[in-house]
């Protein structure tokens, strides 16, 4: 099982990104997938998840109306755009998703990718 998050980089307040997350070694279309982030001195939070087709999403408050998930199941890969970037949204951004035993992936197992930096400063 593989998650490789890309996309990160430094951007001014106000500006955008679209990080992106490739999955590999698991059927990707059976699970719901989960962007988390890090601060720097901050426990990991949990951005946004979607559902394993696209039809349901949900965010923290802290980025709703900014950011966007979404995912591509034919191309394995999960998105997180997100637009008038804030200082606050430095952090690194992890893609994960959390097994239920089927579809390659271990029942309540957590994976992780190794994470993205997103850094907001003028």
């Known amino acids: 099982v593989q998650l490789v998050e890309s996309g990160g980089g430094l951007v001014q307040p106000g500006g955008s990104l679209r990080l992106s997350c490739a999955a590999s070694?698991?059927?990707?279309?059976?699970?719901?997938m989960n962007w988390y982030r890090q601060a720097p001195g901050k426990e990991r939070e949990l951005v946004a998840f979607?559902?394993?087709?696209?039809?349901?999403?949900k965010y923290t408050d802290s980025v709703k109306g900014r950011f966007t998930i979404s995912r591509d199941n034919a191309k394995n890969t999960v998105y997180l755009q997100m637009t008038s970037l804030k200082p606050e949204d430095t952090a690194v951004y992890y893609c994960n998703v959390r097994g239920k035993g089927v579809a390659g992936l271990r029942n309540g197992m957590d994976y992780w990718g190794k994470g993205t930096l997103v850094t907001v400063s003028s």
């Open positions: 979607i559902s394993s087709f696209g039809g349901s999403t």
């Open positions: 070694g698991f059927t990707f279309s059976t699970y719901v």
